[in-house]
DNA sequence: TTGAAAGCGATACCAC
DNA sequence: GTGGTATCGCTTTCAA
């Protein structure tokens, strides 16, 4: 510690040690060295309150041990599962997540694959709603390895996870059919977004295959995927549809479906038995709903474990081909979907927790 | 786009423009140039794909144009609004902000400070539960601005937002004193942490306060913020005391209090009706859950944004004296605590918004 | 206005 | 094992 006003630099430490620059390095990054040559390092490293800097390091070694994550929104648990599975596969190396949110704007994504161009990072695992070709020329453009998560377009050349939302959404709907439900409502999210039409599209397939009327089945679109649009959303649903005119309400998400369980509180309606509700992503919130919801697990802890084992190895060696990994959706039942038989309902005491079945795709 | 195997530098842009680096250099900056110039720089630029290594330039600008906000659990909500808040403050600076998570791990957290000495940031805002001696020896080390949010020692010199949480608690315990509930539980987070300890002094008077033996109240102590570990926790208090023998928990956040709306709908027990329920941040969450959730707001965009402002101002004149800025708690009251009269619970046909009281402090 | 050249701070190659 | 030094890519004097 002494003047705090000029930073000391590897030359400050060499100087007090007596020793030259190259060899106080090689000390701090733990190359060969007499014990002799490291103590007088070590001490002129203390005494002068040295530390290395990030940039001049950087710049010589082409790297910063740094990855980004960066999510549509750090508000959605499902992202936060997501993160902390990337954070566990990260954990063995050395390497650190730095987060990123871009609230869901394009502008804000395309401004920060410009700053990631040649940036901070080492790698970048980007999670992104829309998809278009502004953010896919974007992406291409970018230097540094990249893994997207969510549907890409077949020929993009560019490592990607994704799961099969359209898929999970038909999860829902055969579900709620097979529990007797048939007039069936859908809360979508934004249908600009990738999501919003994947869901849509396998809410109309799973209607359409049990018979049911889609054009008939009120549909509401959410203004993002936040639990207060999803409120606003059943809000208006339930004022524009006659009382009894829904018995079910398949939501996009969990925070929609959230949204959902409140609005239906406020209309006095009791879920399942008047009103049976799904959610999509089984957050860690969906088990804490009242009453717990029923949701389609989107794998968000598997898409981000893939994602990361995904950009180590193309870290490793950047000429591997593109690669694709798809992580199938799974049915998660609670009682939010509880069926016409005797099952229990929120009120009912029951101390245990609720058995959780768990179904594949069919 | 040429040889994507060699990254363009300036002397290349400077070679195919046949003008010099430096040329090159003030173009890019803005600084003056000839239209000529300008334009064979510019075409230069888009021939090559060069993109400016963010490094080099650092190591002579000594800056990034990226702020830190490290945060305990980017799963917790309220970090999420502190977050945004700081976000838009930045909205109008050239800053960028990166965010981690540091998992309320202290190992984690000593690891980021010591990554952050000289770090990728030009400044940070730190927030955490556990400000120990090790973490504060570490963080007067920084030597970049940093802004702590949390109680922070009085002598410390370092800039600080704070929140009056014990203050926080004793408003949710007078608010449900004052709705006739007198069988009070508590259900706290760590108390090896600054806002577990500030809590339950604040629990306690009140308590006495109002005449009620603190001794004699159920205390239950969570695993830690989350409420997955509240849910547990108010399990455990259930399993462990008298049906009948509570008719409030005043909870130590919005996370652990919705674990509890949870534990208390799996006993069959009903809220506010037979037990009220209280959180403290009053997060979005809050009014999502079922039912409303009466909450102590923590000012999390106020204090996010002071936060923000602070950091500016200190990069901006790093010689300014150490300042300390408190942001005063404020009760939320939802449906959650709605007294013995007959405020309507959950099951109550009510489309409109549920009247949110605010209270400030008495 | 433009170009040459001196750093920024650390790393790694090359002799010794 | 250790020291000298070229180098990473860019910014910024200083002359011209």
Redesign the pocket.
């Known amino acids: 510690m002494q003047d705090p006003s000029v930073?000391p630099?590897?030359?400050t430490v060499a100087k007090l040690a007596g020793?030259?620059?190259?060899?106080v390095?090689?000390v701090?990054?733990g190359m060969?060295?007499?014990p002799?040559?490291e103590s007088r390092v070590i001490d002129a490293v203390a005494r002068t309150g040295?530390v290395?800097?990030a940039f001049?390091?950087s710049?010589?070694?082409r790297r910063t041990n740094q990855l980004a994550l960066a999510v549509a929104d750090v508000g959605n648990p499902v992202y936060v599962a997501m993160m902390r599975a990337i954070d566990a596969s990260l954990r063995t190396t050395d390497y650190r997540l730095v987060l990123h949110s871009t609230e869901a704007d394009l502008g804000a994504e395309l401004d920060l694959l410009g700053t990631m161009r040649h940036g901070y990072v080492d790698g970048l695992i980007l999670q992104s709603l829309r998809v278009g070709s502004e953010l896919l020329a974007e992406i291409t453009r970018l230097t540094i390895p990249t893994v997207v998560i969510g549907l890409l377009p077949d020929e993009v050349p560019i490592d990607n996870v994704r799961t099969d939302t359209r898929q999970g959404m038909r999860l829902a709907v055969e579900h709620l059919v097979a529990t007797g439900r048939r007039r069936i409502a859908l809360v979508n999210g934004p249908i600009d977004t990738v999501p919003g039409v994947a869901r849509w599209t396998g809410f109309a397939e799973a209607m359409t295959a049990a018979g049911l009327d889609v054009d008939a089945a009120p549909v509401e679109v959410s203004a993002d995927f936040t639990h207060v649009a999803g409120l606003e959303a059943v809000r208006r649903l339930l004022a524009r549809t006659a009382p009894g005119a829904i018995d079910a309400i398949a939501c996009s998400n969990d925070l929609i479906a959230m949204g959902a369980l409140r609005a239906l509180a406020e209309h006095g309606l009791r879920v399942p038995d008047d009103v049976a509700v799904t959610g999509m992503d089984d957050t860690d919130l969906a088990a804490m709903c009242n009453p717990p919801l029923s949701s389609v697990s989107t794998g968000a802890a598997e898409r981000g474990a893939t994602a990361a084992r995904l950009l180590l190895e193309r870290i490793e060696d950047p000429e591997l081909p593109p690669r694709r990994c798809t992580v199938p959706p799974r049915l998660v039942v609670r009682e939010s979907t509880a069926g016409g038989t005797s099952a229990a309902s929120s009120g009912t005491r029951r101390p245990a927790e609720p058995a959780e079945l768990m179904r594949g795709e069919p």
Do not use: G, K
């Not at 020793?19 to 060899?23: G, I, K, L, R, W």
């Open positions: 930073r630099t590897l030359a020793v030259s620059v190259a060899s390095s090689r701090l990054n060969p060295a007499s002799e040559m040295y290395p800097d001049a390091r710049l010589r070694a």
